[in-house]
């Protein structure tokens, strides 16, 4: 596999998230998901989030059975493990011709923590049936999910350690080794690692899109912590100082805005869930934001994520249902670049 570099320049590039998208796959909940027991519930969050994306850009829903699609809706009767289509779907290159090359990605379940064979496999049933634009890449000897990685869309990638070195995914390979993986598939200049940060309850070894996300401006919005007696306290702090030390391209320190952590939110057996305000979905005018029924809490973060994309709405979305198995909004989502 060989990504091309043009006039000795970068000519693929992995786009920012608030660029302009042509759509935002859902993989949709069904009786044969972890979600059973509560359907109907996790069901209403999808239909809002699906009406709220359909609204401002085609929605593609990937479902094993019909389902009531919006106005504005594709649909592929495909079946699926589970709904995390932020994990097994495409990474969306794209030029400076309007082309796009689709990284198909091996999606294993966070490290085989879960069955994945029907997820890792829609990717190539979604090309098939020509729903997506672009070359296809077969990247499947590399196990990345899109849930792990965040953009500039100016050649600089951000990831976390915890994560991409955590077993189960890529071992042997070195973290140099998987560096230059990145570098060379996604075309980028360079990989800032995050090596602090991993919420109580989460599945996915510290994806990034819970921790630290990047917004215009080389804003960096984080989950920050001011509570000592919290358990996330000690590890978030050595994030949020890692991260002062952080420089643009230009050698310029980021802009660093802070996100309230959530008041701790728990299952039925006591165990504390990952719930985080970082892990909102910027679409075509607004950003979705996660709330949990915590209208302080949720109003700030709102406030301070529409302070960094003050031209497009910002929506809460709650989602106190996607936290019981252990994600939120942005995990339920991947965005298609417009080509």
Known sequence: MSIEKKNGTRRWRLPAEWERQSMVQLTWPHAKTDWAYMLSEITKT?????????KRETLFIVA???????????????????????????????????GARLLDYCFNGWGEKFEAALDNAINRRIYNEGKVKGEYVDCLDFVLEGGSIESDGEGTIFTTSGCLLAPHRNQPMTQAEIEARLKHDLCAERVLWIDYGNLTGDDTDGHIDTLVRIAPNYTL????CDDEADEQYADLKRMEDQLKSFRTLSGEP?????????????????????????NFLVINDAVL?????????DAEAMRLIGSAFPERDVVGIDCRSIIKQHGSLHCCTMQYPKI
């Open 46 to 54: 999808y239909e809002e989030m699906a009406r709220e994306i359909s």
């Open 64 to 98: 094993p059975d019909p389902v009531n699609p919006t106005v504005n809706c594709q649909l592929s009767t495909i079946n699926s493990n589970d709904t995390w289509a932020r994990d097994h779907g495409f990474i969306t290159l794209v030029d400076d011709e309007g």
């Open 221 to 224: 919005l984080y989950i920050g």
């Open 254 to 278: 980021y802009k660093l805005v802070k996100l309230p952590m959530p008041r701790a939110i728990y299952d039925e057996d006591g165990l504390r869930l990952p719930a985080t305000y970082a």
């Open 289 to 297: 934001v996660p709330t949990y029924d915590q209208p302080d809490l």
